[in-house]
């Protein structure tokens, strides 16, 4: 039976629309704060947020939530997604939320929620929190209500961990960042963290008024950080986005640089280093051929995953790989994270950048993307995959790519969308390829 509230990374929606309400908020708190009730000990919640408006809200609903069936919270404010799952660790809290919506505008929000071992609940408790807020549930008495306080060291933790990431005795002197927060969590971490380190930086992004989160600016926007790199002449541009577990580089030249190169060049570090466990890289079916072939080339492997995160630390997990991502900009480095990092990934870089005393644009591509292309169809109505005529253009489609390319074709997880993606040597292949299965999918909404 498939979820009603926990999509691909969490819960989220329109923040006081019809989903995602203080109203929810208070049951989410409480029926997770039900479900994490067990032992004999003192109970305790962590919860973060990125920079939106509804955050003040969303947290003090989640509050009195957890509060009122006796467990105590502990609010660390704005902080990375990655920071609240490493704090949830290393306070022993039994539970971990961060309310954000990721890259996603700031009208929207989201709660998610993370086990006492940092990583993101499984399927079957967010299950059984599904099933406990549409229950009736007993709150504590009213001398076990929980307690609320906010810490104030949390951030000086997070950019410790972060910086025990970077090489022992390496420092970024003489090296100019480009820095861009998105007016998002890591507004105040990231650039004490580089600062720290010796970085000369340009800093983007790093006024959040609770309506600029992902404005035009972050790991989804790069194009201004791309101005702002030539302009300064600055040796590298990073790019956040809203919870800083996304990364997108940009070079000295301008150019942006997505997460299949960053994974390449991490992959051939950590290979290089003897770190690279599991043999193999995991990343989703969406990473470019190109990445898949240059990683071949070091004798290393490929893992595709469906589209998240998510699914990519699953097989990490199970395969015992301790590097991972998306092309959109997701980093997991399982030895230093149990989740996506953008500034440790980031550091990563930075280290390689530093050792080889070499420009970003040499260092940051290392192979040649395969001609891919991406095209959105929405529908209206109906089960456009299940169309005689659609499965029909994805035959003819698949035949005529044969081994020298591949075709993706998949339904949107959050909106009406089917999503047609191939690539191949052959540009023009391509580009007929999608259009014809794009084609057929109009016809059939």
Known sequence: MGKRYFGTDGIRGLANGDRLTPELALKVGQAAGTRFLNGGHRH???IGKDTRLSGYMLEQALTAGFT??????????????????????????????MISASHNPFHDNGIKLFGRD????????????????????PRAQHQAIGRARRIDDARGRYIHAVKAS???????DGLKVALDCANGAAYRVAPEALWELGAELVTLGVEPNGLNINDGCGSTHPEELAAAVTASGADIGIALDGDADRLILVDERGRIVDGDQILALIARSLASAGQLRGGAVVATVMSN??????LAGLGLGLVRTPVGDRHVLAEMRARGCNLGGEQSGHMILADHATT???LV????????????ARPASEVLHLFDPVPQLLKNVRFERGRPLEDPRVKAAIARAEAELGTRGRL??????????IRVMAEADDEALVARAVEDVCEAVRAAA
């Open 44 to 46: 305790r919640v962590l």
């Open 68 to 97: 009122s069936v006796g467990m105590d919270v502990v609010q660390v404010g704005p902080l990375p997604t990655p920071a609240v799952a490493m704090l949830t660790r290393e306070m022993r809290a039994d539970l971990g939320v």
């Open 118 to 137: 940092g990583y993101k609940l499984s399927d079957a408790d967010e299950e059984a929190i599904e099933a406990l807020i549409e229950a009736e549930l």
């Open 340 to 342: 996506g990092d953008g």
């Open 289 to 294: 051929l190109g990445l898949e072939r240059h």
């Open 408 to 417: 993706l074709v998949r339904p949107s997880g959050t909106e009406p969308v």
């Open 166 to 172: 970077f090489p022992e005795g390496a420092r970024l």
């Open 345 to 356: 990934a980031a550091l990563q870089v930075l280290a390689v950048l530093v050792a080889q």
